[in-house]
């Protein structure tokens, strides 16, 4: 079922980023809605990148690498919460997911809190956001305590706290956009692929966030 699910999300998405009528995200929006992956948020006018400003295509990851990062986090939803997990079999914190996932499909071994992995990784402005780049929030009183991997269409996918599990949500909602803190970039690339799942666990105690 999830594979349906995911399928069907990831055919929506490409139908938003195609469709100049705003058609697709209508569709898309009912999708996640009618499965509870979302919160409906209220409706905000969309602003278009700045003329000349660099995206995910002009980058140096080619996007069908990009579009593997989506489809392997899209395959954590309902991976439950737990600190210091950082495997689909033993559950996520928030950094454990995005790490996981970003060495899964680049082959690169990010650092293990949100902190550091908005330092380590390339700077963009938010209307720049490409899917499979990272999105950071100040949700714990200090900045980028908490990070997500946007998947398209004003939405991202994270593992957000205890009791929970690797969800959707939007970043126009309330919350989300209040604490928005920024948006970050995965530049470069390994040759070889890191096995599934094969992250490895951290050498110190992680930031564990939620919300």
């Known amino acids: 079922m999830r ?9 929506l998405l490409a139908c938003a980023r195609a469709g100049a009528s705003g058609a697709g995200d209508d569709e898309l929006d009912r999708f996640l809605n009618a499965r509870g992956l979302v919160d409906a948020p209220a409706p ?3 602003v278009p990148p700045a003329a000349g400003t660099p995206t995910a295509a002009g980058s140096s990851q080619p996007m069908d ?11 954590a939803l309902g ?11 033993s559950g996520f914190d928030c950094s454990g997911f995005v790490r ?19 330092a380590a990784t390339h ?3 938010r209307t720049e956001l490409q899917p499979g780049d990272l999105v950071f929030f100040n949700t714990l009183r200090r900045t980028y305590s ?4 946007y998947v398209g269409d004003h939405k991202f996918i994270h593992s957000p706290k205890p009791g929970a599990a690797v969800r959707i949500e939007d970043l126009r909602v309330s919350y989300w956009d209040r604490r928005f803190d920024g948006a970050r970039r995965v ?3 390994s040759s070889a692929r890191a096995p599934v799942q094969a992250a490895t666990a951290p050498a110190t105690a992680p930031a564990y966030t939620n919300y």
């Open 3 to 11: 594979t349906v699910c995911i399928a069907l999300l990831l055919s």
């Open 44 to 46: 905000v006018r969309a």
């Open 65 to 75: 690498r990009m579009s593997e990062l989506v489809v392997a986090a899209m395959g």
């Open 79 to 89: 991976v439950p919460y737990r600190r210091g997990g950082n495997t689909y079999d």
């Open 100 to 118: 996981a996932v970003v060495e899964q499909t680049l082959g690169l071994m990010l650092p293990r809190n949100a902190a550091q992995q908005a």
């Open 123 to 125: 700077e963009i402005e």
């Open 146 to 149: 908490h990070v997500g991997i």
């Open 187 to 189: 530049l470069g690339q």
